[in-house]
């Protein structure tokens, strides 16, 4: 059967992977890379050629089928599980925020105010059904677990800074899976899990499994339309061509899918229209120095510039496998207004080179190698109260049409390469089942 994939991130490449062994496979991908939001740079630095990811990624302990995946592709020789260390910039000062001990020295936060933030901590880890929370606003319930003190000066500033103005209507549901899974540390402290190389390994042996098999991934071709006739697909658009097939598996994001299928999923149609996605602008800086000499990994920053984290890759991974310190400097946006979408490359970037200037005093521009922004609208769900409501079906009405993606049942609370690889496995195993049933039918 043919089936024409839209979109190579992880969950396009992951639905490849698995049906292109019987089916006939053909993805399409807009960009020049494949990868989607997991998609990396290529630098070539002192006669040596590296990826770095566009966007900073780790995964989790609790990513078993990304861990699963690794192994089956023979990449687990190159997993790594490295410590990579937390603080919080507050009213100028460094807070590290590893331990408990650590925790216990965050100035912002009285003694009392910690200890209910360490009891609102132990009450997260104790609740196994984190959906029931998603009709409560995370703002209410931590207002009435913890407190005004604790919600001001410890959530409001992390939340502002990942969702703007959004920030008040994020259901608690999120927050619950999000420090769930932060606070499974362990005795050791919390290890996060990096492939030396890159994900650009993963992203190219699914690529290379899938093109083994006879599929095809198409780079700079967009589709334009998913071709819907009499409630069955027929076809995509793409670069003005129909190219037939017998099924479309979707993995753009709603507002998108939207437009492709030309307001024909009826109902669907105001749910796609309602979901929230948020943008980002992430900088990729090369370095001749390290910038966080205390050894930062990631800092949260609440602090008067235009950016929420600074994310320094090489206190992570070691400075040796590229040759050049290499820091990520980002910020999510909330719409197409935001200086940080509509400003040139090079403006937004000197905006987060001042910031950098203003936080750290022995940072200098000519320390910089090399700096690049990328930036998409598109990069996350705005997990909002009452988002469960809008999670997409993997089969949305018309006949031979799937979706998979961050808008998927396996992405939430949170989007994360794991859930989307999830998607992508998930939507395969319900069309090859449907496929069955038909085959079944037919032979009746
Ligand atoms: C800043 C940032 C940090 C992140 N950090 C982590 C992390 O540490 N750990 C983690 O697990 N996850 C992280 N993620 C999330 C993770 O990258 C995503 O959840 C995952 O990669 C999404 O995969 P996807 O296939 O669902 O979507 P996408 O990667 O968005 O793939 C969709 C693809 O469709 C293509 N496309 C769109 N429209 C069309 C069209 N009309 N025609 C053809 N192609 C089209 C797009 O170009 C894209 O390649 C991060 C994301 C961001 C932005």
Redo the contacts with the bound molecule.
């Keep these: 059967m043919k089936i024409v994939i ?9 639905a490849g992977y698995k049906l292109c062994k019987s089916n006939e496979i053909v993805i ?4 020049a ?7 990396s740079y290529c630098r070539n630095f002192a006669g040596k050629k590296y990826f770095i ?8 302990r609790s ?1 078993s089928e ?1 861990l699963d995946l690794i192994r089956e592709l023979g990449l687990e020789g190159q997993m790594l599980w490295l410590k990579g260390k937390n603080a919080y910039f507050v009213d100028g000062k460094n807070y590290p925020m590893n331990t408990p001990g650590e925790i216990l020295k965050f100035k912002p936060l009285s003694f009392t105010d910690l200890v209910k933030l360490g009891l609102l901590v132990l009450r997260i880890k104790l609740i196994n059904n984190t959906i029931s929370y998603d009709r409560i606003k995370a703002k209410d319930w931590i207002l009435d677990t913890a407190g005004q003190s604790v919600y001001e000066n410890f959530f409001a500033p992390l939340m502002k800074s990942k969702f703007g103005e959004n920030a008040e209507n994020v259901s608690a549901a999120w927050l619950i899976g999000r420090v769930k899974i932060r606070s499974d540390r362990g005795k050791e402290g919390e290890k ?1 899990g990096y492939l030396k190389g890159g994900f650009n390994s993963l992203i190219e042996a699914l690529a290379r499994e899938i093109t083994a098999y006879g599929g095809k991934i198409l780079q700079n ?4 339309e998913i071709v819907i006739k009499d409630n069955a697909v027929q076809g995509v658009i ?1 670069n003005g061509n129909f190219i037939p097939c017998e099924a479309v598996i979707s ?3 709603p507002r ?1 899918l939207d ?2 299928t030309k307001g024909k999923l009826g109902a669907l149609h105001a749910t796609l229209q309602s979901i929230r996605y948020q943008g ?1 602008a ?1 900088a990729l800086i090369g370095l001749d120095r390290k910038l966080m000499k205390d050894g930062n990994y990631w800092l949260n920053i609440k602090a008067n510039v235009p950016f929420g984290a600074v994310i320094e890759h090489t206190n992570f991974m070691p400075f040796e496998d590229y040759g050049e310190h290499l820091i ?1 400097v ?1 910020s ?1 946006f909330q719409d197409e207004n935001n200086d940080l979408w509509i400003k040139k490359e090079e403006e937004v970037l000197d905006s987060y080179l001042k910031g950098l200037e203003k936080m750290f005093s022995d940072f200098s521009r000519t320390d910089i190698h090399w700096a690049k922004l ?1 930036r ?1 609208m ?3 769900p705005v997990y909002e109260q009452g988002y469960l409501e809008k999670v997409l079906p993997f089969s949305p009405g018309p006949s031979g049409l799937y979706l ?5 049942s396996t ?1 939430y609370p949170e ?7 999830k ?2 496995f998930e939507v395969a195993s319900f069309f090859m089942k449907k496929e069955e049933n038909c085959e079944v039918c037919w032979l009746d």
């Design positions: 839209v979109g190579s991130g992880l969950a396009g490449l992951s399409f991908e807009k960009d890379e494949i990868g989607g939001m997991a998609a990811e566009k966007y900073y990624h780790h995964i989790f990513d990304l996060l071709e967009t589709v334009t793409a993995t753009v994001e998108v437009i492709l980002t992430c990520y980002t999510y990328f998409r598109d990069t996350a998979a993606g961050m808008f998927s992405n989007r994360s390469m794991n859930g989307s690889l998607a992508g």
